[in-house]
């Protein structure tokens, strides 16, 4: 590919503006694959370079909440099996399969979570009274993130800590750090496999990493200002967007 001074340019933009949202409440990927397209970068590539790039976002917002995810160690490696297992799974089948059929699994399950667990978005968050079903059902469906995670990504940082909240009843920080910090695992048994099948653009990916990692950091000294409540509320309406975006936009 030819890449000019431009390209990194609005890459590096539109990375700190996409995960500066996207740290908040998801949807980085809404900006950033679309300028990785602008630049010439065909889709497959693109979707790899964005979650290759989204570790810079992961360890900024770790830096953050490193003291959070210390205190949840056996949380972190908890939520880290059936998300890198979907990881593994999801990058296989970027390279075979049509997302369309992830997308409509996706919407389905965030609908149901939304649904079995509306109850629990305004009550205040309690770990330790947390049934063996509710972990149960997150594991599976940080399993089919992990999936989604690599074909469509949009709302995919969304939909894990929704489903974190509102299941396991966790806080806004917590739910950021622990998922940031779980789905690294995932995140480099990706960068290696697409990155040995020629699908990363390193040159972008680096201007990610570096735009990213600032994105998630100062995001997350914003969100620590936040009411927990008001974050948690913030991020159910835009999962609920985000499934109307996959069904009728994607």
Request: charged share 10%.
């Given at each position: 590919?030819?890449?000019?001074l431009w390209h990194l340019v609005i ?170 910090t779980a789905t690294m695992p995932a995140r480099i048994y990706s960068l ?59």
């Open positions: 590919m030819d890449i000019d890459i590096f933009f539109s990375g700190l503006i996409g995960e500066s949202f996207g740290t908040l409440v998801g949807g980085g990927s809404l900006f950033i694959i679309p300028a990785l397209l602008l630049t010439g970068v065909p889709l497959q590539s693109a979707i790899a370079t964005d979650n290759a790039g989204s570790l810079g976002t992961e360890i900024g917002i770790l830096s953050e909440t490193r003291k959070k995810v210390m205190a949840n160690k056996r949380m972190v490696i908890l939520m880290a099996i059936p998300t890198t297992l979907g990881g593994i799974v999801g990058t296989y089948l970027l390279l075979t399969v049509s997302a369309d059929i992830i997308k409509y699994f996706m919407a389905g399950a965030v609908m149901l979570v939304l649904i079995v667990a509306r109850s629990h978005i305004s009550k205040k968050p309690n770990l330790k009274k947390v049934k063996l079903l509710n972990y149960v059902v997150l594991i599976g469906f940080l399993f089919l993130i992990g999936i989604y995670a690599n074909f469509i990504a949009a709302g995919e940082g969304t939909f894990s800590r929704m489903g974190m909240m509102v299941i396991l009843g966790m806080t806004f920080i917590q739910s950021t750090g622990i998922k940031a290696v496999v697409t990155g040995l099948a020629g699908y990363i653009v390193w040159p972008y990916l680096l201007t990610l990493w570096a735009s990213n990692f600032i994105a998630g950091k100062y995001a997350m000294k914003f969100a620590k200002k936040i009411p927990d409540l008001y974050m948690r509320t913030a991020i159910t309406f835009i999962s609920l967007g985000f499934v109307i975006y996959l069904l009728f936009f994607y």
